[in-house]
């Protein structure tokens, strides 16, 4: 036998023990060496990322006694710059007097509605004059509404030093009487009309139809002259206003009218007047008690039912509208306080108070705990929604005796009961169903509706709007007409979210010129320009879908105050009511921060620009954060030029972020510093120009620019 065959070696060189420990022991040694030196370098990086911060500390530190070294100081110059606000106050009760003054030399037999003898005269003199003429009284109309209006602007641009509140309950009452006295004349024309419905008689169809309009109101009277079931249907061509009766009307000695104002008497007098934000001026004593950020729990106000009363018992009136009037009272009357004094020079500069609308809404939970205890569906949140386009008083009416011509004579029964309403359904008959009324309305080209409007009726007795009672209702956007059918005749207005516009997208304060300013703000169906000068403003353009629409309004100079009442007339709402938090997601911002940044806004405002900023979001409830820049030509501003500011209301500064940057910091821009004021953070990095502008602006237009923001609400609502 050959030799055996020696095994093949597996390839692996077998390590002995003691290598294996030596190992071991190199890979313990390794691993602890790894150790130290990331111990070492945590050490070293704990130790620097310590000393960096014990540094930015120092250095905040330093930045903070800087501040407060020079807080007083600035203070006081922010003082004097905010004494524009105070003759701006000065300059309206100047100006209001001196036209009360005019108005009395004048002599133009119109009276002041402010003294109760001349306005109380007024009214009595018209109540007995017995001409009905439809055309006198709609011109008569149109005196009547410019009484109101004047009341109603005093009511919202008199701060409540220099107006009583025995003047406030009289201007309230003044107003209540006016709008029923109106209607009442309204009455009486209409039924003055249906007297001599003969002589207007359609030849077609033998009934009367009448069309008679001017900018104010709209009559559209039908008189079923002939009671025939084929004529049960109507269209008013003029308008496009149109109707179908049911069969058991068709045959009745019955009337239709349809009464179309174009203003809002009928809902409550606080409704008409709210979400105007009040310029509120103290004098040095008050402002001992208006400095910190801590505002005072304001009284709980009740929010009782105001009442108008409507056709045809006008001998209710005098006890519902001092009830109207004593609930608006209560309503308008809610300015928020604040709590304890914070230094002395500080105090100085809060010229002005926080008006109720930017009130924290934590504060305003007790005042709307009645309004929160509405669980009927049908009943309408005049919170939330708002008529639009005036209001529809459709009426059944019973048709007068007719003239009747015998021989050379006119001959008339005379009934003294007025206008009577027809009844339907019929009183005798309440649980048996009856067929119901169809109407078409042609909605006004004057009126945006960005959404479709809510369909709600005049509940007489509750004094409030429902919406039961409406249904089929078909809106086609294109031809701007409604239809819908009612099971009674009722007074109807159409309703759209007061919010719809909120919360905006984006908006942009820029100067143009000498006390000229362009403020637009973005919403999500309409982008608004409104531009400033000097002691007024005028709506530039609204744009929706990139046309520009309300051709009608824009263009005409105005104060703040009218020209939040024809916008929101028109549709188009961007000013935040006192209760618009609970509709609209939004940041709520500490009040007097928001209060404050407006203020030195406007100030500035001359010449620096100032735009949204989506960090505004990420900063909380107690911090600003908007967009600056210089702008002292009238070319566009270029992103590079913007800058980030924050403030709270006592501090200032620059970030060091951009609108591009990824997160969110507050961490200074290098090599700026804390201040007071925002006026003294900007003017570090200001020319001398841009100061100089500042100082030289006009405090009217200062006070223009500040009422808008606290109208738009724009860091908040944006």
């Known amino acids: 036998m050959g030799p055996k065959k020696k095994k093949k070696s597996s390839g692996k060189k077998k390590v ?58 600035e203070l006081a110059e922010l003082h004097s710059l ?105 009455n009486e024309a209409t039924e003055h009309l249906l007297k001599t419905a003969n002589t207007y008689e359609d030849s077609e169809t033998g009934n009367m139809q009448a069309v008679i309009k001017d900018k104010n109101v709209t009559f559209c009277i039908w ?37 179309h104002t174009q203003y809002d008497h009928v809902s409550p007098l606080w409704l008409q007047c709210q979400s105007v934000p009040k310029l509120e001026v103290l004098d040095s004593e008050e402002l001992t008690q208006h400095s910190k950020d801590n505002v005072e729990e304001p009284e709980e106000e009740e929010k009782t039912d105001r009442e108008e009363p409507r056709m045809p018992a006008e001998e209710e009136m005098c006890s519902d509208e001092r009830k109207s009037a004593s609930s608006f009272k209560e309503n ?23 008006p109720s609308q930017v009130q924290d809404p934590r504060m305003q939970e007790k005042t709307n705990e009645k309004q929160k205890a509405i669980t009927d569906d049908s009943i309408v949140d005049l919170q939330q929604f708002v008529p639009v386009g005036g209001v529809y008083h459709i009426d059944a009416l019973q048709l007068p005796p007719q003239v009747k011509q015998i021989k050379d004579w006119n001959m008339v029964e ?64 294109q031809e701007k007409s409604i239809t819908f059918e009612m099971d009674a005749f009722y007074t109807i207005a159409l309703l759209q979210d007061a919010h719809c516009n909120m919360p905006y997208r984006a908006w942009e ?71 618009s938090y609970e509709y609209v997601s939004v940041n709520k911002k500490a009040p007097l921060a928001e209060v404050r940044a407006y203020q030195q806004m406007a100030l500035v405002a001359s010449a620096f620009a100032f735009a949204w900023s989506k960090w505004n979001l990420e900063a909380g ?63 570090d990095f200001a020319s001398k120009e841009a100061i100089d502008k500042v100082e030289a602006a006009s405090f009217l237009f200062i006070d223009v620019v500040y009422q808008l923001l606290l109208a738009t609400r724009v860091l908040t609502y944006s």
């Not at 370098?41 to 310590?50: I, N, S, T």
């Not at 079931?229 to 008013?236: A, E, M, P, T």
């Open 16 to 73: 002995s023990k003691a290598e294996q420990l030596r190992l071991q022991k190199e890979e313990e040694e390794r691993r602890l060496k790894e150790e130290e030196e990331a111990q070492l370098q945590a050490q070293q990086e704990e130790a620097a990322r310590l000393e960096k911060e014990r540094i930015e500390q120092e250095q905040m530190e330093n930045l903070e006694a800087k501040d407060q070294e020079r807080r007083e100081s």
């Open 82 to 186: 905010e004494q524009k606000f105070l003759s701006a106050q000065q300059w309206k009760t100047d100006y209001r007097a001196n036209a009360k003054w005019e108005h009395y030399l004048s002599c133009d037999g119109s009276p002041d509605p402010t003294v109760l003898q001349e306005i109380n005269t007024f009214m009595s003199l018209w109540r007995e004059d017995r001409n009905e003429d439809v055309q006198l009284v709609m011109e008569k109309g149109e005196q009547v509404l410019n009484l109101i209006e004047k009341l109603q602007f005093l009511l919202l641009d008199t701060s409540p030093n220099e107006i009583t509140e025995k003047e406030t309950v009289q201007y309230q009452e003044s107003i209540l009487e006016l709008q029923n006295l109106l209607h009442q004349k309204y």
């Open 223 to 259: 008189a079923n002259l002939k009671k025939k079931v084929r004529f049960k249907n109507h269209v008013f061509c003029d308008v496009e206003h149109g109707f179908d009766l049911p069969k058991s009307l068709a045959v009745s000695n019955v009337a239709v009218r349809i009464l």
């Open 332 to 354: 308008s009357s809610s300015i928020a306080g604040i709590n304890e004094a914070e230094e002395k020079t500080e105090k100085k500069s809060e010229i002005l108070d926080v």
């Open 414 to 477: 005379l009934l003294d009961v007025g206008l009577e309403a027809y009844p339907y359904p019929p009183e005798e008959a309440e649980e048996a169903t009856h067929p119901p009324i169809h109407i078409t309305l042609r909605l006004s080209d004057h009126v945006m509706y960005f959404e479709d409007p809510v369909i709600a009726r005049w509940d007489p007795a509750g004094q409030r709007w429902r919406t039961d009672g409406i249904s089929n209702v078909t809106y086609k956007k």
């Open 509 to 579: 304060l820029r100067p143009t010129g000498v006390d000229e300013a362009l403020l637009r703000v973005t919403t999500v169906f309409a982008t608004v320009q409104i531009q400033i000068k000097g002691n007024q403003c005028m709506l530039s353009s609204v744009a929706v879908e990139e046309k520009h629409v309300l051709s009608h309004v824009t263009g005409k100079w105005t104060s703040p105050l009218d020209l939040r009442a024809v916008l929101k007339k028109a549709g188009v709402n961007i000013f935040p009511g006192q209760y």
């Open 621 to 683: 409830q107690e911090k600003v954060v908007f967009k600056v820049s210089e702008h002292l030509k009238a070319d566009s501003i270029e992103d590079k030029d913007w800058s980030l500011y924050m403030f709270n209301g006592q501090k200032a500064q620059k970030l060091k972020i951009t609108e591009t940057s990824e997160t969110f910091s507050e961490e200074l821009e290098e090599g700026t510093e804390f201040h007071s004021t925002l006026y003294h953070m900007l003017k």
